[in-house]
C-alpha cells in the first residue's frame, strides 16, 4: 500500500475505505438493504483526529480534520487529511438530504494526493447511483450511504435507539466508493475506554465484519456521553498494517 493510499484511509469523513469492493456485477437484491431507522443526527460540529500509521514498516504521524454540519433538512461532511512534507494528502466531501432513511447523499466528492477528483453521484430523480469513473450503476432504493457519510449514518442510529446498539447485533448498510457499491455489515462488539484530548470515556466499539480474509478490517468506536460521535477508527490490513486516528478536539457549531 502506498502512501497515498496509506492516508485516503485516514480521513474520518472516507471512513472505512480500505473494504474490498465489488466490481463485477451488481450485489444481489439481498445484499442492497433499504432498512428504515430511526434517525437522530449528532448535532454540528468541527472535530480534529490524531492518526497514527504503519504501512510496509514506516510509522507515520498525521492529522485529520472533519466539518460535520447537519440541519434544515440537508448534511455536509468535508474531510481533510495531512501530514508532514507531503501536506494535504486526501480531501472528500458527501452532502445531500436529510429524509425517511437518515442521511441521503446527493454528491460524494474524493480527491487524492496528486490524483483527480473522483465523484458519486445520487440521481435522486431517476432513482440511480452514477460515478465520474467507469460505467457502474446502481438502483437507489433508499438508504444508501457513501464512504463519507456512513460513520454518521452508523451515529444517527445509535443515538436514536442506543438500546437496539446491543453487543452482537448486526447492522447492514449499502456503501458507495469511487467507483462501485456494495453492502457493508457492521457488528457491536463491547463498549470500552477511550481517551480523547487527555479525558477517558466510555466508547461503544463495531466492527466491519469482513467478507474474506483480504478485507480490511475496519473498527470505530462511537461515544454515548458525546452525542454518538465517532472518537476512534482503526483500519487494519491482512498484512498487518494499519491506521489509526483518535478524536483529540471538537467544537459543537
Given at each position: 500500500?502506498?502512501?497515498?493510499?496509506?492516508?485516503?484511509?485516514?480521513?474520518?469523513?472516507?471512513?472505512?475505505?480500505?473494504?474490498?469492493?465489488?466490481?463485477?456485477?451488481?450485489?444481489?437484491?439481498?445484499?442492497?438493504?433499504?432498512?428504515?431507522?430511526?434517525?437522530?443526527?449528532?448535532?454540528?460540529?468541527?472535530?480534529?483526529?490524531?492518526?497514527?500509521?504503519?504501512?510496509?514498516?514506516?510509522?507515520?504521524n498525521g492529522t485529520a480534520t472533519v466539518q460535520w454540519r447537519a440541519g434544515d433538512g440537508k448534511y455536509s461532511v468535508a474531510a481533510e487529511s495531512r501530514a508532514p512534507i507531503f501536506g494535504k494528502i486526501l480531501e472528500t466531501r458527501s452532502e445531500g438530504a436529510?429524509?425517511?432513511?437518515?442521511?441521503?447523499?446527493?454528491?460524494?466528492?474524493?480527491?487524492?494526493?496528486?490524483?483527480?477528483?473522483?465523484?458519486?453521484?445520487?440521481?435522486?430523480?431517476?432513482?440511480?447511483?452514477?460515478?465520474?469513473?467507469?460505467?457502474?450503476?446502481?438502483?437507489?432504493?433508499?438508504?444508501?450511504?457513501?464512504?463519507?457519510?456512513?460513520?454518521?449514518?452508523?451515529?444517527?442510529?445509535?443515538?436514536?435507539?442506543?438500546?437496539?446498539?446491543?453487543?452482537?447485533?448486526?447492522?447492514?448498510?449499502?456503501?458507495?466508493?469511487?467507483?462501485?457499491?456494495?453492502?457493508?455489515?457492521?457488528?457491536?462488539?463491547?463498549?470500552?475506554?477511550?481517551?480523547?484530548?487527555?479525558?477517558?470515556?466510555?466508547?461503544?466499539?463495531?466492527?466491519?465484519?469482513?467478507?474474506?480474509?483480504?478485507?480490511?478490517?475496519?473498527?470505530?468506536?462511537?461515544?454515548?456521553?458525546?452525542?454518538?460521535?465517532?472518537?476512534?477508527?482503526?483500519?487494519?490490513?491482512?498484512?498487518?498494517?494499519?491506521?489509526?486516528?483518535?478524536?483529540?478536539?471538537?467544537?459543537?457549531?
Open positions: 500500500m502506498t502512501i497515498n493510499h496509506t492516508f485516503y484511509a485516514l480521513s474520518v469523513a472516507a471512513m472505512l475505505a480500505l473494504g474490498t469492493v465489488t466490481t463485477g456485477a451488481h450485489a444481489a437484491d439481498s445484499e442492497h438493504p433499504a432498512v428504515k431507522r430511526p434517525f437522530s443526527a449528532p448535532p454540528s460540529a468541527d472535530l480534529t483526529y490524531a492518526i497514527k500509521a504503519k504501512q510496509h514498516g514506516l510509522t507515520i436529510i429524509d425517511d432513511y437518515g442521511l441521503a447523499p446527493v454528491s460524494f466528492m474524493e480527491k487524492r494526493f496528486r490524483k483527480e477528483a473522483t465523484t458519486a453521484t445520487f440521481k435522486r430523480d431517476t432513482k440511480t447511483i452514477s460515478f465520474s469513473v467507469g460505467d457502474e450503476t446502481y438502483p437507489i432504493k433508499g438508504g444508501e450511504q457513501d464512504r463519507v457519510s456512513i460513520q454518521w449514518q452508523l451515529a444517527a442510529n445509535a443515538r436514536a435507539t442506543p438500546d437496539k446498539f446491543k453487543p452482537g447485533s448486526e447492522w447492514a448498510y449499502f456503501v458507495t466508493a469511487r467507483r462501485n457499491a456494495e453492502q457493508w455489515v457492521f457488528k457491536v462488539l463491547k463498549t470500552e475506554n477511550i481517551t480523547v484530548g487527555g479525558n477517558e470515556i466510555s466508547a461503544l466499539h463495531l466492527v466491519r465484519q469482513q467478507a474474506d480474509d483480504k478485507d480490511s478490517q475496519v473498527d470505530l468506536w462511537l461515544a454515548p456521553s458525546m452525542d454518538w460521535y465517532p472518537v476512534r477508527v482503526v483500519f487494519k490490513d491482512a498484512d498487518g498494517d494499519y491506521v489509526d486516528q483518535t478524536l483529540d478536539k471538537f467544537t459543537k457549531k
